[in-house]
């Protein structure tokens, strides 16, 4: 084998891309920035609305998957509100913004982190303070709201 042929061999085996001219190399760079944008979803601020879900509780839905029924929400709960004990299929994370959330005698501050279990059941969640809550979990049907709006108005 003469050195040339160990040369070319060597470079037949080597990984590295063969040189792009600036132009295609552009073409190229344009199409996966296209394509890397239209995966990702955007919701401003100002598309979002808040809605009221339970006396004192808004929700403002910024992304729901309806193959999955999971979504993110922020929640806003004014000081004195609070959430109905009630279960979980999905886990649900739940991440306090801001403000003081109270959950069987524990307090939960800014920064903290919960995660609800698939199949578990926790108490009332209370806040004396107001509190907004980004939380990821199952989309609440309208039968489980009725429920928390009947727990709400019977004192529970």
């Not at 061999?9 to 920035?33: C, I, K, W």
């Not at 879900?53 to 993110?72: A, E, M, N, Y």
């Not at 039968?143 to 009947?150: D, G, P, V």
Request: glycine fraction near 8%; charged fraction near 30%; hydrophobic fraction near 35%.
């Amino acid at each position: 084998m003469s050195s040339s042929d160990s040369h070319n061999s060597d470079a037949e085996m080597s990984n590295t891309a063969p040189e792009m001219d600036a132009e295609r190399r552009e073409r190229l760079r344009n199409r996966l920035l296209e394509r890397a944008g239209a995966a990702m979803q955007v919701t401003r601020e100002t598309e979002a609305k808040w809605r009221s879900f339970l006396p004192g509780i808004r929700v403002k839905i910024l992304h729901s998957d309806p193959s999955s029924g999971i979504q993110t929400a922020l929640w806003r709960l004014d000081p004195g509100a609070h959430i109905p004990a009630h279960p979980h299929s999905e886990d649900e994370e739940c991440y306090v913004l801001d403000g003081v959330l109270e959950l069987k005698g524990e307090r939960y501050y800014q920064g903290d982190f919960m995660l609800a279990p698939a199949g578990s059941r926790h108490s009332t969640i209370r806040s004396s303070q107001g509190a907004l809550m980004l939380i990821r979990g199952e989309r609440v049907s309208w039968r489980e709201r009725l429920f928390l709006r009947a727990a709400v108005a019977l004192g529970r």
